[in-house]
């Protein structure tokens, strides 16, 4: 005889609560069921006011996938330093170790998933931008769309302690049909005006290139990726789902994401990613040098042949692709990379780019190839440890997450991290922009200042700033 949805949740609900005695700890319990295809941006600003500052949102450019989380049962922060990757991935495979799933228990990003990503640079001491976030923030929400495909399936979370009782089903069942039947439509948001665009520091960062150029010239340093700030206050609070809405609708070829912390929210549109793991198959992308759009289909195309053949953008290029392809023999039983990269447009701005496949070893997680590839020469600079040191001592910005490595692993071992580029930290009526550049030996400080103006229009764009030309 077949056994009821709702039964089997009360069975396995049941078994947690149990195992959370028999252990005297803690244990996660997840119910995955597939439910009709539901909009994720609605999903999102359903809980807006409840859930605010622990919701977050993912959309790959294939749209394969696209996730939306709201609450937070467990959050699992590590320390500032090198072992913060290997900590989370610890405290990430004790819970799974206890936890009890029921339903659909056989999908890629369905049931309990970690969420959530890393600072660019553990050792950078300032935190006032970014307090919310810390160095790293991962959690689990306690519901979760996720749309694999065409097919949406609704996780429920939830995190049973030893004296918990069955109680807790009722009102999980309650508190997950609330959000299906009441208010998936969120709450309209009335205009939001502009009222001042604030370029941060712009000619001491102009002047900080030139240094750095001069730097490159006379010692060891190749190359070293300097960001800078563009700050916008307007007349309301922001709100992040229009500007999810917006970032979907004019960045199609990108990573849409989000991710509360507090009251903050780090937004974007990034293009990059970092690794995709799906069974053994792992995947990253080489992306590095850039140029414009043209203004008609003619200066696009030149713009872009003048870009496959810049040596300065080729030679950035290619740090890139030799630097991954390092890292992936590392951990790789095969490593497959075309021989020379492609254009890939976004609505602002190409870049050249370089797919990169292959096999990673047995046993090798989606973590080990993150700490293993950050930060590529793209977001520090070569040679690597010299550069990160160099940007903390010269840069002048609170990087965050900026830059860092953001995206979600499952229990099934796959997984996707983006680098958090093309982006904005929201604070009420604020947001910070980040854009940056690979300074090397004939870089201008003009040149590379009109270059991240450009890298800045995604966000501008989606927040309705005023774009650069």
């Known amino acids: 005889m077949a056994i009821s949805e709702e039964t089997e949740q009360f069975q396995g609900l049941a078994s947690a609560i149990q195992k959370a005695k028999d252990l005297n700890d803690q244990v996660l319990f997840s119910h995955i069921k597939k439910i009709q295809c539901t909009n994720p941006l609605s999903f999102y600003q359903a809980g807006r006011e409840r859930y605010a500052g622990e919701r977050f949102f993912w959309e790959d450019p294939a749209k394969e996938i696209t996730i939306t989380g709201l609450g937070n049962v467990k959050k699992?922060?590590?320390?500032?330093?090198?072992?913060?990757?290997?900590?989370?991935?610890?405290?990430?495979?004790?819970?799974?170790?206890?936890?009890?799933?029921?339903?659909?228990?056989?999908?890629?990003?369905?049931?309990?998933?970690?969420?959530?990503?890393?600072?660019?640079?553990?050792?950078?001491?300032?935190?006032?931008?970014?307090?919310?976030?810390?160095d790293n923030?991962?959690?689990?929400?306690?519901?979760?769309?996720?749309?694999?495909?065409?097919?949406?399936?609704?996780?429920?979370?939830?995190l049973c302690s030893p004296d918990d009782s069955e109680k807790l089903f009722r009102d999980m069942i309650n508190e997950r049909e609330a959000f299906l039947i009441e208010g998936l439509d969120g709450v309209p948001c009335g205009p939001n005006?502009?009222?001042?665009?604030?370029?941060?520091?712009?000619?001491?960062?102009?002047?900080?290139?030139?240094k750095a150029v001069e730097e490159i010239k006379t010692t060891d340093l190749d190359k070293i990726v300097l960001a800078r700030e563009l700050r916008l206050t307007f007349e309301h609070s922001i709100d992040s789902g229009k500007v999810l809405e917006q970032l979907i609708a004019e960045q199609p070829l990108s990573y849409i994401f989000s991710l509360e912390a507090g009251g903050d929210c780090f937004v974007g549109a990034t293009p990059e990613r970092l690794i995709k793991k799906r069974g053994n198959a792992v995947f990253s992308t080489c992306l590095a040098g850039s140029m414009g759009r043209g203004k008609d289909e003619h200066e696009d195309v030149s713009l872009g042949n003048e870009l496959l053949h810049d040596q300065?953008?080729?030679?950035?290029?290619?740090?890139?692709?030799?630097?991954?392809?390092?890292?992936?023999?590392?951990?790789?039983?095969?490593?497959?990379?075309?021989?020379?990269?492609?254009?890939?447009?976004?609505?602002?701005?190409?870049?050249?780019?370089?797919?990169?496949?292959?096999v990673?070893?047995?046993?090798?997680?989606?973590?080990?190839?993150?700490?293993?590839?950050?930060?590529?020469?793209?977001?520090?600079?070569?040679?690597?440890?010299k550069a990160v040191m160099r940007i903390r001592e010269m840069e002048g910005l609170e990087r965050g997450f900026y830059a860092g490595p953001l995206g979600w692993m499952d229990t099934y071992g796959n997984g996707e991290y983006a680098v958090g580029i093309r982006s904005a930290l929201i604070q009420d009526n604020e947001a910070s922009l980040f854009a940056g550049c690979g300074v090397v030996e004939d870089s201008t400080a003009n040149a590379e200042f009109r270059e991240t103006g450009i890298k800045f229009n995604p966000m501008l764009s989606a927040l309705g700033g005023n774009l650069n030309e």
């Not at 936890?99 to 659909?104: E, M, N, P, Q, R």
């Not at 502009?194 to 900080?208: C, D, I, N």
């Open 193 to 210: 005006s502009l009222v001042k665009q604030r370029e941060v520091q712009s000619e001491e960062w102009k002047r900080t290139v030139t």
């Open 76 to 134: 699992l922060k590590a320390a500032a330093n090198a072992e913060r990757y290997r900590e989370v991935e610890k405290s990430w495979i004790k819970l799974q170790e206890t936890a009890v799933k029921t339903g659909v228990t056989d999908v890629e990003a369905t049931g309990p998933l970690l969420f959530g990503g890393f600072s660019f640079d553990y050792e950078s001491n300032s935190t006032i931008l970014w307090n919310q976030f810390g």
């Open 312 to 358: 300065k953008n080729l030679q950035e290029h290619q740090y890139v692709v030799s630097m991954i392809s390092n890292a992936f023999d590392a951990v790789c039983e095969k490593v497959v990379i075309p021989e020379g990269p492609e254009l890939m447009k976004n609505r602002h701005i190409q870049h050249l780019y370089t797919p990169v496949r292959g």
């Open 137 to 158: 923030l991962f959690y689990i929400p306690a519901f979760m769309l996720s749309i694999v495909g065409k097919q949406a399936y609704l996780t429920t979370n939830l």
């Open 360 to 385: 990673a070893k047995e046993g090798v997680t989606i973590l080990q190839f993150v700490e293993n590839l950050h930060p590529t020469p793209a977001m520090g600079g070569l040679p690597k440890g």
